[in-house]
């Protein structure tokens, strides 16, 4: 046994002195809080933890603005005859989820092939550099053209839409 204390005194000593000092941060109180970790979570997070986020007046307006609908974009066909100017924003409109009317957008319009005719490449139409304005739009060629359009609301609700438009000779 005294081999015992001379090799592992000091451990034995420090886990009893351990084991006192942490009995009595447990113990300790403040108000209705008992022992140290308990009273430091509270300092440290306040009455956070009590807040219930569903009964603020902000949850019930995100709430609304989750299930807003999208805008409604409507196509309404003109005959279009190739290398004729159109206005293809007289083709479109849109209303928001309140029946109030929304700017539309033409993003690109494809020949059948996929390849835009409103755009050169990729980049132009990065930046919205567009060969035509699509208000006096001539289509090159008789054929079936995907028009791509989108529409957003002032709550920045978005709708996008692919309407084909066949282009004839007569």
């Known amino acids: 046994m005294l081999i015992l ?3 592992h005194g000091r451990t034995i000593v420090f886990c009893i002195l351990s084991f006192l000092v942490l009995g009595a941060l447990g113990s300790v109180r403040s108000g209705t809080e008992e022992g ?7 300092k440290a997070f306040g009455d956070s933890v009590k807040t219930d986020v569903a009964s603020y007046v902000d949850a019930e307006a995100v709430k609304a603005q989750a299930a807003r609908k999208k805008p409604v974009i409507t196509f309404t066909y003109v005959k279009t005859l190739p290398k004729k100017e159109v206005n293809i924003y007289q083709m479109f409109s849109a209303k928001d989820a309140d029946g109030n009317a929304v700017m539309v957008e033409i993003t690109d319009i494809l020949k059948r092939d996929g390849k835009s005719v409103l755009y050169r490449n990729e980049l132009e139409k990065k930046k919205k550099m567009p060969l035509y304005d699509t208000k006096k739009f001539p289509f090159p060629t008789v054929g079936v053209y995907s028009i791509l359009v989108k529409a957003v609301d002032r709550e920045k609700k978005t709708s996008y839409g692919q309407y084909k438009l066949p282009v004839t000779s007569k």
């Open 36 to 42: 140290f970790i308990e009273i430091a979570y509270r």
């Open 5 to 7: 204390m001379r090799q």
